[in-house]
């Protein structure tokens, strides 16, 4: 990754942000959101995710996780890879008003590169941070936890 942001220990949590193509409000619709949850419990069962917290935003998710297998960056991969590829289906296949508008730009995303043939649906980089100390760990969770807040989202965290 060019952006400084890399996992570097494989094997420590880290603090991930995943952000959609051009900040596209996506997940403001629950059909998307529910293809994130399903995929994390998959991952969390299936491949060794272990998930301390996570936040899905109008545009973005962050998620606080770990590797059991020391290989998060494949784990973020792969989650990135089966997500995108089964919300573009649900974008195609389900009631959707936007659905012209979003492809459009999920294809214009692949023009300055060559990985992704059809369409880009996350953006490049993960903005990883290290979770370094339990300090850095509570001040990640706890700003996990105001995100959806400070969106105006909702009124308050419910505990």
Known sequence: ????????????????????????????????????????????KEKGMILYGYVIMSNHIHLIVQSKEGKLSDLIRDFK?????????????????????MLDLFKKATETHSRNKNYQFWQYGNHAEEIYNL?????KLNYIHLNPIRAGIVEKAQH
């Open 135 to 139: 300090h850095f760990m509570w001040d």
């Open 81 to 101: 890879k089966f997500t995108s590829k089964n919300i573009l289906e649900a974008i195609q296949t389900e009631p959707e008003s936007r659905r012209e508008w």
């Open 1 to 44: 990754m060019k952006e400084g942001y890399t996992i570097k220990d494989q094997e420590k949590p880290h603090f991930i942000t995943c952000t959609v193509v051009d900040w596209i409000d996506i997940f403001t619709r629950k059909v998307y959101k529910d293809i994130v949850v399903s995929s994390l419990d998959y991952c969390i």
